[in-house]
């Protein structure tokens, strides 16, 4: 199953993570509100201070809106977590999980995508997801890491009628957030071991392989 399986055309549609729902918990304002023609500030850091802010910028950015965040169940010390962002209409998700039942042989749905040994897909709804190696950590109970994000700008494009492509809106901007994130959490929060061999750069989508159905 997903862990981005989002319809974000409307604002209020939350992403889900296997069985548990994206959103429950408290909306948090970290910017001081912006005059309607200056843009937003996204923080130096997001979803309880995880993940570094800058890669989210380009698909949150918009003027006259404040920063706010929804990370009540992230980084603790649950084995899962999810956080929306978001700045006005655009939202941002990200979530984790210990990919229970998976196995290395597993091959998730859609365009393959990697990072490195990661490994993954990007689904026909625009979320990417990554399983990371992650074995032997007070936080993890497995030896696979589900990490995942979405956006309402990638979202909307499909929405739209638009195919999922290269050229798409936002999927470039959203290669590189997921791939920090995963750094981010894998080497800082769960320090997996083996996670500082993940490379710098954006997520590849691998568009020549067949997408798996």
Known sequence: MSLTS???????RIAVILTLALGAGIWWTISDS????????????????????????PLLLT????????????????????CEAKVGNRR???????????????????????????????????????????????????EWLLIGANATMVGDEIEAGKKLNKSTRGLRALTEFTAQAVRDLT???FKCPGADQLPDGPVTIHWDKPAVR
């Not at 006259?64 to 999810?82: I, N, P, R, V």
């Not at 990697?114 to 990417?128: H, V």
């Open 34 to 57: 912006s005059p309607d023609n200056q843009e937003a500030r996204i923080p130096a850091r997001i979803c309880h201070n995880r993940i570094s802010g800058e890669k989210a910028t």
């Open 6 to 12: 989002i319809k974000p055309n409307h604002s209020k």
């Open 63 to 82: 003027k006259g809106s404040k920063y706010e965040e929804d990370a009540d169940s992230f980084g603790g010390w649950s084995s899962f977590g999810t």
């Open 187 to 189: 080497q800082d929060w």
């Open 92 to 142: 941002l998700y990200v979530g984790y999980q210990d990919a229970l039942g998976h196995k290395r042989s597993y091959q998730p749905k859609g365009i393959p995508v990697s990072l490195g040994n990661a490994y993954g897909s990007l689904t026909t709804g625009g979320g990417i997801n990554l399983y990371v190696a992650c074995t032997n950590t007070p936080r993890t109970v497995t």
